[in-house]
């Protein structure tokens, strides 16, 4: 804890999380944001994302979620036009102190991780996938009326965290639902969110069928 940054670049982005021990590829296209991978690379490759609460309104910046998640930059590549294809591994949570200012185009903040500490050292769930049959069945209701499609037998395979926290950041669900999601404690919480989550939406997928 002692080595983490006090002030990192955060990435707003809309209807998007990423969670400790997982690892997301991202497209950078902005201006903006090619300095900030630029200013990244040069130091710890760090950034936070970070959901905004509202889209950004006459040139305002958006304002932010408190909860976002620590990434670091395990690859990068540039392509021919000028865009940056980055893989980022979320590291652990953090709470956001205040934004500081700065003459940079993108965003920083100051920013505390004590309160997800734990996500450094988290133990290996020992929730049992029979646990999530139900979450799954339920989940590939939804994600087929969706139009998402998920490798199901690819998932099945990987830990029971993995599995969570991926079904998480691809879910169809709204931006509050998925800041929900990010901001429970522990596994075991967040598996039951997504539990409650889902009840609401199955039970419009059981209006639906009712009434056709």
């Not at 000028?82 to 500081?100: M, N, S």
């Not at 920083?108 to 991780?113: A, G, L, S």
């Amino acid at each position: 804890m002692k080595n983490l940054p006090k002030i990192i670049p955060v990435f707003p982005l809309s209807n998007f999380i990423i969670f400790p021990k997982t690892a997301v590829p991202l497209n950078i296209f902005e201006p903006r944001y090619i300095d900030m991978i630029d200013d990244a690379m040069k130091s710890n490759k760090f950034i936070g994302m970070v959901q905004p609460k509202t889209p950004a309104n006459y040139g305002k910046s958006p304002e932010l979620y408190k909860i976002g998640c620590m990434g670091k930059i395990t690859s990068f590549s540039e392509t021919n036009d000028g865009r940056y294809l980055i893989e980022l591994k979320g590291l652990l949570r953090f709470e956001i102190i205040d934004e500081i200012n700065t003459p940079k185009k993108y965003r920083e903040c100051e920013v505390d991780f004590t309160t997800f500490k734990d996500d450094i050292n988290e133990k290996k769930a020992e929730l049992k996938f029979q646990d999530l049959e139900i979450i799954f069945k339920d989940l590939k209701s939804l994600f087929e009326k969706k139009g998402f499609v998920i490798n199901w037998k690819a998932l099945e395979k990987q830990s029971l965290d993995e599995i969570i926290n991926a079904l998480a950041m691809a879910s169809p669900f709204t931006l509050e639902e998925k800041q929900v999601l990010l901001e429970s404690k522990n596994l075991d919480i967040r598996k039951n969110k997504i539990a409650e989550i889902l009840k609401t939406y199955t039970h419009d997928i059981y209006e639906n069928r009712t009434l056709q």
